[in-house]
Nanobody
Framework: QVQLVESGGGLVQAGGSLRLSCAAS?????????MGWFRQAPGLERQFVAT????????YYADSVKGRFTIARDNAKNTVYLQMTSLKPEDTAVYYC?????????????WGQGTQVTVSS
């Protein structure tokens, strides 16, 4: 059973920064998986944000966050991060991390419960 727990969400003003964390627990070792971040705003479908391969190469971002968000992983700490800067109100959403066999915009097998990010204008 893959268990992922997100944290680090909160309320921030536009232009501010947050760092989200996704920790794997139990017998889950994230170096076995590509990892991704997704988000879902109220009334909208879940959308891809960023992905990173098993050993940290080839990060890939949605156009809407490119240059502002950075995905990183620390396999020794069993944790993936999403550093978010220059936040905009349209970044407001529940953010989810996911684990899968290949880095990409789809195809993830395991999901966390999400953490709320709210950006005020």
């Amino acid at each position: 059973q893959v268990q992922l727990v997100e944290s680090g969400g909160g309320l921030v003003q536009a232009g501010g920064s947050l760092r989200l964390s996704c920790a794997a627990s139990g017998r889950t070792f994230i170096n076995n998986y590509a990892m991704g971040w997704f988000r879902q705003a109220p009334g909208l479908e879940r959308q891809f944000v960023a992905t990173i391969s098993r050993f940290g190469s080839s990060p890939y971002y949605a156009d809407s966050v490119k240059g502002r968000f950075t995905i990183a992983r620390d396999n020794a700490k069993n944790t993936v991060y999403l550093q978010m800067t220059s936040l905009k109100p349209e970044d407001t959403a529940v953010y989810y991390c996911a684990a899968g066999q290949r880095a990409g915009v789809t195809g993830y097998d395991y999901w966390g419960q999400g953490t709320q990010v709210t950006v005020s204008s």
